[in-house]
């Protein structure tokens, strides 16, 4: 069955120091990548998503992520990190052909030190 | 645009009780889902829907209800509510099967 794993279920960093989020995802196709942000209370909130070609794709507030397909990963990267960030960050994939289906991460909690 | 609203915003029932979770888009969204979220398990499918009249299950449906009688709405119904339900319930819907989904701001709920 698909799956998505985020290996690391919390994470701190200092203010202006650089993130990596890890996701691994298992399925045989190109499958649909999302990267979710929910801060404490609040919904869910799209930060960037790959459905096909280049493989670093660009998304909101600084956010970066690269697709590897060699490695079934998708990584999100922010170069500094702000006060701001913290939050709850969820991987999520969509099975290419099943419409309003998304399969999630466990979610990766950051905290920011100042 | 409201986007995805829910209500309530938060509600404590008893076990045994009966509930219907509001879910409302004015996107004309055609796909329309409902996760539930506990923790250290990201969030969970409970149902969703392809469009007005057709439903389906997803990975945690027992204990749940859904229809979808038009574009904009689809309820969730809790028959009969049982502690193992205390969680966030999060609706989203998406203009197609493979786009993005838009979340509503979710309703907690403790089952006693």
């Known amino acids: 069955a698909q799956s998505v794993t985020q290996p690391d279920i919390h994470i701190t960093v200092s203010e202006g120091a650089s993130l990596e989020l890890r996701c691994n995802y298992s399925?045989?196709?190109?499958?649909?990548l999302f990267w979710y942000v929910q801060s404490p209370g609040q919904g869910l909130q799209l930060l960037l998503k790959?459905?096909?070609?280049?493989?670093l794709v660009q998304g909101i507030k600084g956010f970066e992520a690269e697709f590897k397909r060699s490695q079934s990963s998708f990584t999100q990267r922010k170069p500094s990190v702000h006060w701001s960030d913290a939050a709850e960050y969820f991987c999520?994939?969509?099975?290419?052909?099943?419409?309003?289906?998304?399969?999630f991460g466990q979610g990766t909690e950051l905290s920011v030190k100042p | 645009n409201a986007g995805v609203t829910q209500t309530p915003k938060f509600q404590v029932l008893k076990t045994g009780q009966s509930m219907t979770l509001q879910c409302a888009q004015d996107m004309n969204h055609e796909y329309m889902s409902w996760y539930r979220q506990d923790p250290g398990m990201g969030l969970r499918l409970i149902h969703y829907s392809v469009g007005a009249g057709i439903t389906d299950q997803g990975e945690v449906p027992n204990g749940y209800n859904v229809s979808r009688s038009t574009t904009e709405d689809f309820p969730l119904r809790l028959l009969s509510a049982a502690p193992s339900q205390t969680s966030v319930y999060f609706c989203a819907s998406s203009s197609a099967g493979r786009e993005t989904q838009y979340f509503g701001p979710g309703t907690r709920l403790l089952v006693l």
């Open positions: 399925y045989g196709a190109t499958p649909y």
């Open positions: 999520a994939t969509h099975p290419g052909n099943q419409g309003g289906k998304l399969i």
């Open positions: 790959y459905f096909s070609g280049d493989t």
